[in-house]
């Protein structure tokens, strides 16, 4: 069975019906709380053309699996990963491992979806490109914020999908009162779905892009869950902005 048959197989909602192909893109505002944001236009892009660059992506990124170390113990990354930076920028590490930066130049299709994405989100400036790669259900992200002191303390960082749907879980960190909890609730002016208070899912389909921002890498944590049932392949792109080494834009 082919790839896209399998993709529709296992998210009957990702159809070509869905595509608004050069109409407005329709986007839904969360607001979390406490300065924190996240943002979700469902079809970003058409559906055929997610399609070619799902192909392109799968067969021309050179992914690698790495070894991170994880509470103390090396283990294999439970997905495969490629990192794009402009030159001049810190190096990226996180759980131990530190990636090969390659250069826009290295894959250059990826800039037209650089410049699409500056484009839909004003004042953007990404100049990094963090790639996932989930071969079937059992490959997953765990519970963790993309904190790192080299994306300073309120980082904008957008997530473009291509392939299998998958949920994308929040939920906020420990350590709020419950006064914070509850004010961060009347401050909140829409969710989707909602599991109780201090959580929320997406489901990310094919094509399209959710951007996070303010402090959510403060005070949320993010994952993709293991969905063993699933057989087909995501790909995911992460933009976001290193500072650079004197901590500046």
């Known amino acids: 069975m082919s790839l896209r048959k399998l993709v529709t197989k296992a998210n009957p909602n990702c159809n070509e019906s869905e595509d608004e192909d050069g109409k407005a893109k329709r ?15 469902p079809r970003f892009i058409s559906f055929d053309r997610a399609w070619n660059w799902f192909d392109y992506l799968n067969t021309h990124v050179p992914w690698t699996r ?26 990226l590490v996180y759980s131990g491992y530190q990636p090969h930066a390659y250069s826009w130049d290295d ?51 957008a997530s473009l999908s291509f392939g299998c749907e998958r949920e994308f879980y ?22 989707l779905k909602r599991n109780h208070d201090d959580q929320h899912s997406f489901m990310l389909k094919h094509g399209s892009l959710l951007v996070m921002r303010g402090y959510t890498q403060r005070d949320w944590m993010h994952s993709v ?7 087909a392949t995501r790909i995911n792109l992460t933009f976001r902005h290193v500072l650079s080494y004197n901590g500046s834009r």
């Open 27 to 41: 986007e839904t505002r969360v607001a979390l709380g406490n300065g924190s944001e996240v943002v979700l236009i």
């Open 66 to 91: 790495p070894t991170i170390r994880v509470f103390g113990r090396s283990c294999l990354q439970p997905r495969d990963t490629c990192y794009v930076a402009s030159p001049g920028l810190p190096q």
């Open 170 to 191: 929040l939920k906020k960190k420990p350590g709020k009162t419950s006064q914070e909890r509850k004010s961060d609730q009347e401050a909140t002016s829409k969710r």
């Open 107 to 157: 894959l250059p299709p990826l800039k037209e979806l650089l410049e699409a994405v500056h484009k839909a989100l004003p004042g953007s400036s990404f100049n990094s490109l963090l790639l996932n790669r989930y071969k079937g259900g059992n490959d997953y992200v765990a519970w963790h914020s993309d904190d790192e002191k080299v994306y300073g303390s309120t980082p904008e960082i």
């Open 225 to 231: 869950p293991k969905r063993t049932k699933l057989e």
